[in-house]
Structures are given as C-alpha cells and as structure tokens.
C-alpha cells in the first residue's frame, strides 16, 4: 500500500517560516508530480502548490514569492518551504502525489492525512 506520511507543520507568528515534508512509500513505480493543499475551515481545499516529476511547479497566486517547492526524487520526497507566513495562510496542509504502482498501471491520486499549520498576528 501507498502511504504518504507529512511532518513540519505547527504554530508560528505571522512573518515566520515552516518546512513541510512529504514522504512517500510502499508498491511505487513512477510519481508524475507531488503537490501542497490546503483547507481553511469553512472554506475548500485549494491548491497551493504542485511540481513534476521534471520539476516544472505551478504556485497559487496567494503564496506567489512566499512558499517553494521542491522535490527529491530519489526519496520520493516533497518538501514545502513556507516564508513570511500570514494569519490567512492558517489552514491543514494535505501532500499528495500522483503515481502509478508498476508499468502500464493507471496513475492514482494519493494524499497524506494532512498536518496542521497555524499563523497567529
């Protein structure tokens, strides 16, 4: 089975910085691309950011100069830099990747169990 297993979220002040991590493990064969969501309460989730396996990445325009993405292929790893933090970016921040498990199988969409981000003024 496919895990995706988050780390690094938790509270900081507004103009902070957090480091989300994102591995994935078990039956995989290719990840075509790895991406950040998140939700707000009340509010639904949205795309933060997203990279291929190419490293092409694509940003919302909210954190546009604020968050990077970067990824390791080798570890299957995803890593979500987070700079000058605002109270509006408070929300849980879900990984997920898009992967096929061995050759010629369709690619799934998988997500971690998400991880708690919190930025107070």
């Known amino acids: 089975q496919v895990q995706l297993v988050e780390s690094g979220g938790g509270s900081v002040q507004a103009g902070g910085s957090l480091r989300l991590s994102c591995a994935a493990s078990?039956?995989?064969?290719?990840?075509?691309?790895m991406g950040w969501y998140r939700q707000a309460p009340g509010k639904q989730r949205e795309l933060v950011a997203a990279?291929?396996?190419?490293?092409?990445?694509n940003y919302a325009t909210s954190v546009k100069g604020r968050f990077t993405i970067s990824r390791d292929n080798a570890k299957n790893t995803v890593y979500l830099q987070m700079n000058s933090l605002k109270p509006e970016d408070t929300a849980v921040y879900y990984c997920?990747?898009?992967?096929?498990?061995?050759?010629?199988?369709?690619?799934?969409?998988?997500w971690g169990q998400g991880t708690q981000v919190t930025v107070s003024s």
């Open positions: 997920s990747a898009r992967l096929t498990e061995r050759p010629g199988a369709r690619p799934y969409d998988y």
């Open positions: 078990g039956v995989i064969f290719t990840i075509a691309a």
């Open positions: 990279i291929t396996s190419g490293g092409s990445t």
